[in-house]
């Protein structure tokens, strides 16, 4: 009896629903639904910026959200809701900002770290090789 | 000499991004709409629901739009230096109420002050989503023709009106 109720207990605990920020799910159509979670992971809450609106109770995800459904159930596009939160709270508010003029340093910032870090490492390889090869360098620097 | 150099120069680099970055308030987000007509709006009045607040009562003379809720503690700290501002004459200040309730928020004005010409009631936060609003208190300066000229966030201090609120409302005002 004891076991069943801790086994009742614990399954209460594994149940997705509990830990949902929604009490149900937005859509019952699986499809819109789909495109609701992908949305609301993708638009970051301004009040807790580290949280998608997905995952945050603070008012403006709770007002985010249900204007992400809205738009949804009103047959707009994936890029129409984004555009108009977009609009509103810039870029800042999408976890991939778009690929811009203004965002070539941050999307290519990395590439470019990655090409100089390759650059300094090739040319003190090739300094390195060339020391062991002046056989009287190295003697020079055993005497030391 | 240029290997000593290279770090030297590598390290201000580092040095100017920091001092820029750290700057800044990571909590202030810019807001896109500056420049951008004033999102389109309609919402009953606080004091009399029967009756509308909207752009067409903001239209004709610059004015604030400041967002406030009476759960928004740095409102209240803000409120004293409103009810300076609407004595003043200088400009008007409508009102937005931001997800409050409307007893609680009739008391606040009472208790405080009104410093508003009229407040808009928002209820479910809708029309201050349309205006890019993520929190409270946040102050929007619109010009005659509907412009958003400038957006403060967090509570109007006396030296954030004197910076950066009166230069730019006395600047549209001579603009007109």
């Known amino acids: 009896m004891i076991v069943r109720g801790l086994l009742v207990l614990l399954l209460i605990g594994f149940s997705a629903s509990l830990f949902a920020i929604d ?38 995800a709770r007002d985010l959200r ?53 650059l300094v490492a090739v040319s003190v390889i090739f300094k390195k090789s060339r020391l062991v090869d002046d056989e009287d360098e190295l003697e020079v620097e055993e005497t030391d | 000499m240029l290997r000593y150099l290279i770090p030297v120069v590598v390290f201000a680099v580092l040095v100017g991004f920091f001092w820029v970055g750290l700057g800044l308030n990571p909590g202030e987000i810019p807001s896109p709409l500056i420049g951008k007509p004033a999102p389109i709006f309609e919402l009953p009045r606080l004091r009399d629901p029967e009756q509308y ?24 700290q803000e409120h004293p230096i409103l009810n300076e501002i609407a004595e003043s004459g200088v ?15 009739l008391r606040w004005l009472e208790q405080l002050g009104d410093p508003y010409a009229a407040t808009g009631f928002d209820g479910d936060g809708a029309a201050a989503l349309d205006w890019g609003v993520y929190g409270a208190p946040e102050t929007f300066l619109v010009d005659a023709d509907g412009t958003i000229l400038y957006k403060h966030i967090a509570p109007i201090t006396h030296g954030v009106w004197r910076d950066e609120l009166l230069p730019r409302i006395q600047a549209a005002q001579n603009r007109q």
Not at chain 1, 84 to 98: E, K, Q, S
């Open chain 1, 23 to 60: 009490r149900e799910p937005a859509f019952t159509d699986p499809a819109l639904q789909a495109r609701y979670d992908r949305l609301t992971e993708e638009i970051r809450c301004l009040e807790c910026q580290n949280q998608p609106i997905a995952d945050s109770n603070a008012s403006i």
């Open chain 1, 66 to 118: 249900r204007k992400v459904k809205e738009m949804i159930a009103a047959g707009k596009t994936d890029q129409e809701v984004l555009d108009y939160v977009v609009a509103r709270y810039g870029d800042f508010v999408l976890y991939r900002p778009p690929l811009a003029p203004r965002t070539w340093l941050l999307w290519g910032g990395p590439f470019l770290f990655l090409i100089i870090g390759l």
């Open chain 2, 91 to 105: 400009v008007p200040i409508f009102g937005l109420n931001l997800r409050d309730q409307r007893p609680a928020a």
């Open chain 2, 53 to 76: 607040l909207n752009n067409a009562d903001m239209q004709g003379q610059v004015s604030l739009l400041n967002v406030w809720a009476t759960w928004c503690f740095a409102c209240r």
